[in-house]
């Protein structure tokens, strides 16, 4: 992490957004102790800011604190992250069903310009990138379901996956096929089919779950001490 002073008034949002791609991008792994002192220092911000991005990041599920240990990135289990994804796949149907009800033609230009970004990702081979652009064409999703209740429980499940997001592109092959189930999915929202838009996201998550067993029977890491 780059000790980039943030500017006046905006340090605990810097923190909390610098930390979470550190865990994103495997710079934070799991079991890894967080002092506060020197978050604090390595990214020019005062201690209430980090404690602050902690406390928000353990509400996520990201973190964990205990009175003895301090804070450390957590460990998800692959019995986790599987029932978290699981749930997920659940909810996102939904919302993929109700996105085909009541999403907004500029909503669909969204999840179009954000497919193209993907594209690009996918051809240059930046898998961090194409993760990234992944996230927010599922929130723009969500959000274009209208649907309240999916999009509150969806925040806090994709908070615990958002380290393994990243690592289910980098199945062999997985980038392209991932970018064609994306663009099914924004089809059949476009053309207002919910049976379609449900199916197609069920499809989708179904390759992710089988992404992630593959990755984490290659890398998945070994209990914390």
Not at 70 to 95: F, N, S, Y
Not at 103 to 128: K, T, Y
Not at 142 to 155: G, N, P
Request: glycine letters at 6%; a positive charge; proline letters at 4%.
């Amino acid at each position: 992490m780059r000790a980039v002073r943030p500017k006046r008034g905006e340090g605990e949002a810097y923190c909390y957004q610098q930390l979470r791609r550190a865990v994103l991008e495997g710079r934070l792994v799991p079991g890894q102790r967080l002092v506060e002192t020197e978050l604090a220092r390595m990214l020019g911000v005062g201690r209430a800011a980090v404690r602050t991005a902690l406390a928000r990041l353990e509400q996520e599920g990201v973190v964990e604190r205990s009175p003895n240990r301090g804070a450390r990135v957590r460990l998800l289990t692959e019995e986790e992250a599987v029932e978290i994804l699981e749930a997920r796949a659940a909810l996102e149907c939904l919302a993929a069903r109700h996105a085909a009800l009541r999403a907004r033609p500029q909503d669909v230009r969204e999840l179009r310009a954000i497919l193209r970004e993907m594209a690009a990702c996918a051809r240059r081979g930046d898998s961090l990138g194409y993760s990234e652009c992944n996230g927010r064409f599922h929130h723009v999703l969500v959000r274009a379901s209208r649907h309240a209740t999916a999009q509150r429980l969806l925040d806090s499940l994709w908070a615990q996956m958002v380290r393994y997001q990243y690592r289910t592109v980098l199945a062999p092959g997985r980038l392209p096929r991932s970018l064609e189930e994306h663009r099914a999915i924004v089809d059949a929202v476009a053309a207002k089919d919910p049976d379609a838009a449900e199916a197609r996201m069920r499809t989708h998550l179904q390759a992710v779950l089988a992404s992630l067993r593959e990755v984490a029977r290659r890398t998945w890491p070994a209990a914390a001490p």
